[in-house]
């Protein structure tokens, strides 16, 4: 799923920060919602803010489990450690992770200078499986850029996989 800068001029003002109910005692002032905030803020207050949202999701236990092996953060760890047992790719289940999911890709649009007047994209990978998909598309759609630019048929592409692959495969053939 693919999640698009919000326009913040479009939103109504209560709609642009967070009020969060338990973590707020610790905040001096709302928390921008598609934002980075101006100054930093302690770990545990980082952590009950992200996690009381995350409770709106759905129960996790019924979905397929993965998880992240990167070095973080001690409160980043402890969030992923009561999470990582989430699906990411079903949004329905879990809405709130999409949401996170919009805001990341809006704070990475501004911290990287997208332009304000510009839409920004982007989405989540959980894995090899995704990142390969994301990567085979990329790949279908240069291929086909350059074929039309030489007046050449585009239906049929040389992309091979392994067997291993049978699941990406489909995607980024169909």
Same mark, same amino acid.
């Given at each position: 799923?693919l @999640? &698009? ?7 109504? !003002?209560?709609?642009?920060?967070? +009020? ?5 005692? *610790?905040l001096?002032?709302? *928390?921008?919602?598609? !934002? ?9 207050? $980082? ?10 999701d759905?129960? $996790?236990?019924?979905? *397929? ?5 990167t ?19 079903d ?5 709130? +992770? ?13 911290? #990287?200078?997208?332009?304000? %007047? ?10 090899? =499986?995704? @990142? @390969?998909? *994301? ?5 279908? #759609? &240069? ?18 996989? =392994? ?7 489909? %995607?980024?053939? $169909?």
């Amino acid at each position: 799923m693919l @999640a &698009k800068k919000v326009r913040l001029h479009d939103l109504p !003002d209560e709609e642009q920060v967070l +009020t969060p109910t338990y973590g707020q005692r *610790l905040l001096r002032k709302s *928390l921008p919602r598609y !934002d980075l905030p101006e100054g930093e803020m302690p770990p545990q207050t $980082a952590y009950n803010v992200i996690r009381d949202e995350l409770m709106l999701d759905g129960n $996790a236990r019924l979905n *397929l489990a993965t998880f992240v092996t990167t070095w973080m953060e001690p409160a980043a760890r402890l969030l992923m450690a009561e999470t990582f047992d989430k699906n990411m790719i079903d949004k329905d289940e879990y809405p709130q +992770t999409a949401e996170l999911e919009l805001r990341c890709v809006n704070m990475l649009a501004r911290l #990287w200078n997208s332009p304000v %007047h510009e839409e920004a994209v982007g989405c989540s990978t959980i894995g090899s =499986s995704e @990142a @390969a998909m *994301l990567g085979g598309m990329a790949l279908k #759609w &240069k291929w086909g850029q350059r074929r039309l630019c030489r007046a050449f048929l585009t239906t049929r592409s040389g992309l091979g996989f =392994s067997r291993a692959a049978c699941e990406v495969d489909q %995607h980024v053939r $169909a």
